[in-house]
């Protein structure tokens, strides 16, 4: 870095190329190459800052100026304005949204101010396929460490002292995980990252392996020396060619400097990886699925025991990780398990990463410190509801967890708590619904989701949620009945109770949960056979307004039906029996003349 | 020992055991659908998918299945709670609400453990209605039927297909509810590597996989006045056909059977035993040949359809092994319309050869177009132990009121070698009778070969012959008799002769017997009901039958011959891998 006087950071997520990060990648390089600036300032493709929102994302060091919303055609002003004449460039600064102005840098973003970032550490600032880069930010530094001055059980140790706690979902204490695996007598064992990140919205896995994969990658030989593998696959969904690419380089180079391998920094040890790609299998990501399908076998879940720590791939003991959960590893061996217990709460300690989706002005992806409650995370950090609406629900845990209303906003954030009120952490999903979500809706959609996804071994899932869905889809249409309400509530408890794996177990969460906190919506949809929210088609009605529609027949001529009758400059008229409530009418006039209800 | 708790009774039991298996050492029922533990062929269904044995474990969130759930120590169990009791209706009524409930005119009906166990669990109304999936049924092949709308995912036919026959066939396809067994690449079954043993079809538990019927050909051919029918049974047959009427497995029914078949109104009722005989003949003198000649050995026998087509497709680098003999039913077919044809002055045409097996494989093979003569196929009609069960039933005889009657002649007349031929080691035990007493000029005292009886999945023996050591294998099952042919491809083995029968058990476990519903020791009693039936038998050796010594004498000439080939020999055919 000491022969350039500038670096340009550009984000390469997966969000902010679809937003053209890479054309404008390539007219910073060519502008600055026109400039003759190539030996002063160099353009980094970075992995995921997190603030999607405002993506594409440039910061500029060593200066820190965090340029918003970046088009390819501003190349040219950051390049004459920003690097040669020093000025920063006032419209693509973060326009503060409670009146502050413009803000220079990003600690100064309400959306960073809470923000504790340890997985997410080098995301948004190294060159993710550039080992060197990742290396001078003390990458692998904790593997030197472990394999030379700790023995396997310190290494453990140092997990379990840290209380870290699998984020993919369960929970489960990472160090006892490792111990279980250590202790489980094999020739062969196996370490599994588990990057088949699949919850609808949440994208936590794939920013870390796009932005920086060596953390994955070290903290898996990590994890191969404390529990005795010399051999880790990272199972992976084939959707993510990016993180794939990024992997592919991160390996090779890995391995090209010795880090993994055969006899890795000259202690003996022996560990290499493998990439294994999932097609897409929503339920892949249960661990005991996902090592049938590393097998090459159908992708279908298990009865536990045997745990994979005693029986997993090829019948060997297998310790299997989410990305996350990795990401945290090599800082606690740089910082101390005592600094990680620091963070977050003493049951969950540490911080979670969140993918702040929906109704929030602040999309993106976020590092919160555990115990942090869902206002800070919803209000501050994502900027509240977007368009002023009002807030009625955030959904965690993803597909299958639970909504949870503003009664409970106040509440920590940790795997206890967010179980005790009927939903879970999940892998980090955090949807938010305004008013205009219609409960049944949302529900109705998790529960199509997970119906799709289920991979159809036990009856509960493959019947019982689709009977569930089938209820649920005659409630939106304004066909369900009181006996249908009280159906849902059994047969769902019934699928928790009975289902194999935890897709199935917690597939009828969405709905028990808005049943139990939304149920005076659920009775308009049964009794007045009324969707509230104005979202459940079947049940609208779109009329027209005599005094305020002005005859301009706009309605009638985008109805598909059609169904509009009247003059020009007279008042027209829906058919309501052949209305088919496509809505077309009703975005199309300009006079407000008609109505939904 | 696991010291444990089951509604509140005491009971200890091994390490390693399920739950299920705790609570039946009470003599606690739960009942089970997708489970099934055929322990001694390897065949066990512990998939967990039904969720119909859940039961309450202290301590535990959810209720737990019983038959893959392993006892731990101080465990507190609970099997017939309410909990329990309404997880298994909503259960059993989300099977029905996907359910073409047809009962009464089902193929399964009455044997369907469904059904059972909704009468069990009294369901009278299905609470949750919605879609009913449905498929085509794959009528394509001539031996299974395969109607997916029945199936209940509990997937033992996959086990046993993948895991113990290693046919590699059945497989589950797409997910969430549209999830249905299919064949390889979803193929109808015909244009599969399916072997048709009809193995997933013996455990299957409602009618979702049932035998392609040949009942309605049989009872036309009966009714036609220009025909002559005549009719043979399986060894296997005459030991189990009396579960369907109520007796115990392994009663030998061989009298009554023929009265029956008399009553059915067959012309005459032969035995395919005798065509065992004869086999045994052509066989036996094969392998001395190749003895003798330095031919390739092993040889290996060829009365098993389902291996026969097993190794057309897995071992068709090595056609030159087995046995060009054919499978005994098809040489019964192939003497009856020339040799009977002829001395009873019926023209062939007018025969019609309906075989009695315990097998759906044997359907397959009546039709494979090398096993006829002058463009008649050897037999006609292939009905299985059930399907002959099913047309006393109909032609209302109570086979067991029935007085004993004796085969008729000429083709009834058999030895206890050829009886031993229903189960697995009976053929080449058999062929060493003979092959023995020919090759060394003495008579054999001791004629029953204990090492090659039993369960074992393969099975070894070394018979001193004259001053040679003869190498005997025997493997039921076809993922046996693929490890033995591994072996063998591999230059591992360095056997003599081996005998190869596609179900386990052999044919007493056949795909066309009357269900087992996962009790091993149905099979094994009907092992002991043949071993009986040899040990009672005056002759026990084939080549003292003295209705083949007259059939060589009057019309084939010598054993291996140029008539025995024409009319008793075959050749294989090269078939696509998957």
């Not at chain 1, 803000?103 to 970032?117: A, C, N, S, T």
């Amino acid at each position: 870095m000491s022969n350039v006087r500038m670096h340009l950071l550009v984000c390469g997520g997966t969000g902010c190329t679809s937003s053209d990060s890479l054309k404008l990648l390539d007219h910073l390089n060519e502008s600055i190459k026109q400039h003759g600036l190539s030996e002063e300032v160099e353009v980094v493709v970075t992995g995921c800052f997190g603030f999607c929102e405002k993506g594409p994302i440039i910061k500029v060091y060593p200066d820190g100026v965090f340029y918003v919303s970046v088009k390819p055609e501003d190349a040219e002003d950051i390049v004459t304005e920003h690097i040669i004449k020093g000025r920063q460039i006032d419209r693509l600064l973060f326009t503060d949204p409670h009146g502050k102005g413009k803000l220079e840098g990003q600690k100064d973003l309400p959306f960073y101010k809470k923000q504790i970032r340890i997985a997410l550490r080098n995301c948004g600032f190294i060159d993710p396929e550039n080992i060197h880069e990742s290396l001078a930010a003390d990458g692998y530094k904790a593997l030197g460490k472990c394999l030379t001055e700790l023995t396997p059980d310190e290494v453990i140790d140092t997990v379990v002292q840290s209380g870290l706690r699998g984020r993919g979902g369960g929970g489960f204490p990472t160090g006892l995980k490792w111990k279980y695996t250590r202790k489980s007598k094999s020739k062969e064992k196996y370490i599994i990252c588990n990057a088949d990140e699949g919850d609808p919205g949440a994208f936590m896995d794939r920013s870390i392996l796009e932005g920086d994969p060596h953390s994955v990658l070290e903290a898996m030989a990590i994890a191969g020396y404390a529990i005795g593998a010399e051999h880790g696959y990272i199972y992976i969904r084939a959707e993510y060619p990016l993180a794939i690419h990024r992997l592919v380089v991160a390996i090779d180079q890995a391995r090209e400097l010795g880090l993994l391998g055969e006899d890795i920094l000259g202690t003996g040890f022996n560990f290499d990886i493998e990439l294994r790609y999932g097609a897409g299998a929503f339920v892949c990501g249960e661990e005991t699925a996902l090592i049938h399908s590393i097998e090459g076998d159908r992708g279908e879940p298990f009865t536990k025991p045997p745990f994979p720590a005693e029986s997993g791939v090829w019948n060997q003991p297998t310790c299997v990780n989410n990305v996350e959960t990795l990401a945290n590893i090599s800082p606690i061996f740089l910082k101390g398990a005592d600094w990680f217990r620091s963070i977050g709460t003493e049951k969950s300690p540490g911080t979670k990463v969140f993918a702040l989706a929906g109704k929030v002005n602040n999309v993106g992806l976020v590092e919160v410190p555990m115990g942090i409650t869902l206002r800070e995370v919803i209000f501050n950090i994502g900027g509240g509801i977007k368009n002023n609406k009002k807030f009625k629900a955030v959904q965690t845990g993803g597909p299958s967890g639970g909504c949870i209303t503003e009664e409970y906003l106040d509440i920590p954030i940790d795997y206890e708590t967010l179980g005790s009120i009927g939903s879970m952490m999940g892998s980090g999903g955090m949807i938010v619904m305004d008013e205009d979500n219609c409960m049944v809706d949302i529900a109705k959609f998790y529960l199509e989701f997970t119906v799709d996804e289920s991979c159809g071994k036990c009856t509960p899932c493959r019947i019982g949620n689709k009977r569930m869905f089938e209820i649920m889809v005659n409630i939106a249409k304004g066909k369900g009945t009181e006996q249908d309400l009280s159906d849902l509530r059994e047969l769902g408890e019934i699928i928790k109770d009975t289902s194999l794996c935890g897709l199935g177990q917690t597939a009828p969460n969405p709905v028990l949960s808005t049943m139990k906190y939304f149920q005076d919506e659920y009775r308009a949809h049964v009794i007045e056979k009324r969707c509230p929210a104005g979202v459940c088609q079947d049940l609208l009605i779109y009329h027209i307004l005599p005094d305020k529609c002005v005859g301009c027949t706009a309605c009638a001529r985008v109805c598909p039906v059609p169904c509009i009758s009247g003059e020009v400059k007279k008042v027209h008229e829906i058919d309501q029996e052949l209305c088919i409530k496509c809505g077309a009418c009703f975005a199309k006039c300009k006079f407000n003349a008609i109505e939904k209800r | 020992m696991i010291h444990m708790t089951i509604n509140n009774q005491k009971v200890a039991v091994e390490d390693g055991s399920t739950i299920l298996e705790a609570a039946r050492k009470l003599k606690i029922r739960i009942p089970t659908l997708c489970h099934l533990d055929l322990h001694d062929i390897r065949m066990v269904n512990r998939g967990a998918s039904c969720r119909v044995c859940v039961v309450e474990v202290e301590g535990r969130r959810n209720l737990a299945p019983s038959c893959s759930t392993p006892v731990m120590e101080g465990m507190v169990v609970t099997t017939n709670s309410l909990r329990c009791i309404q997880a298994r209706r909503t259960i059993i009524e989300l099977f029905l609400s996907n359910h073409p409930k047809d009962c009464l005119v089902c193929e399964k009906s009455l044997g369907c453990e469904l059904q059972a166990l909704a009468a069990e669990y009294h369901i009278r109304s299905i609470r949750y209605q919605g879609e009913r999936a449905t498929h085509p049924i794959d009528v394509s092949s001539r031996a299974i039927i395969r109607n997916m709308d029945k199936c209940i995912m509990c997937r033992r036919c996959e086990t046993m297909c993948n895991e113990v026959q290693t046919v590699h066939v059945l497989s589950a396809i797409n997910r969430g509810f549209d999830t249905y067994i299919a064949a390889s690449m979803n193929m109808p079954m015909n244009e599969s590597t399916c072997v048709f043993c009809g193995q997933c079809v013996a455990v299957c538990p409602t009618a979702a996989l049932t035998e392609v019927s040949h009942i309605d050909n049989v009872w036309n051919a009966l009714n036609d006045k220009n025909k002559i029918v005549v009719v043979q049974t399986a060894p296997a047959v005459r030991v189990a056909l009396g579960e369907e009427f109520g007796e115990e497995p392994g009663t030998i029914v061989t009298g009554k059977m023929v009265a029956a078949l008399r009553r059915l109104g067959f012309d005459k009722v032969f035995d395919t035993d005798f065509a065992a005989d004869l086999t045994i003949m052509e066989e036996a003198t094969e392998f001395i040949h190749r003895l003798k000649h330095g031919g390739k050995l092993p040889i290996l026998t060829s009365c098993c359809p389902g291996w026969v087509k097993f190794f057309e497709h897995q071992f068709n680098d090595m056609l030159d092994i087995p046995s060009t003999s054919k499978s005994p039913h098809e040489m019964f077919g192939a003497i009856a319309k020339s040799y009977y044809a002829e001395k009873m002055g019926i023209p062939p045409q007018n025969i019609c050869v309906v075989s009695v097996m315990p097998c759906l494989a044997k359907k397959y093979e009546a039709a494979r177009p090398e096993l006829s003569q002058d463009g008649l196929q050897n037999v006609d009609e292939v009905i299985t132990t059930r399907e002959l069960a099913r047309m006393l039933k109909e032609a209302n005889i109570d086979l067991m009121q029935l007085e004993d009657e004796d085969y008729d002649d000429p083709l009834g007349e058999s030895t206890g070698a050829s009886v031993i031929f229903g189960t697995t080691g009976g053929v080449i035990e058999a062929a060493l009778r003979t092959a023995y007493e020919w090759l060394t000029n003495e008579t054999l005292k001791k004629v029953e070969f204990h090492d090659l009886r039993g369960f074992d999945g393969i099975k070894e023996a070394v018979i001193k012959i004259n001053d040679m050591d003869v190498k005997i294998a025997v493997a039921h099952g076809l993922g046996n008799a693929r490890t033995l042919l591994e072996n063998i491809r591999e230059g591992k083995a360095d056997y003599h002769g081996i005998e190869i029968m596609a179900c386990p058990g052999g044919c007493i476990g056949g795909g066309g017997q009357p269900y087992h519903h996962g009790d091993i020791n149905v099979i094994k009693k009907r092992m002991e009901g043949i071993y009986k039936e040899d040990k009672d038998k005056k002759l026990r050796k084939s080549h003292e039958n003295p209705y083949i010594k007259k059939l060589y004498e009057e019309y084939l000439g010598e054993p291996y011959g140029e008539r025995a080939h024409e009319l008793l020999h075959t050749h294989y055919v090269k078939r696509k891998k998957m």
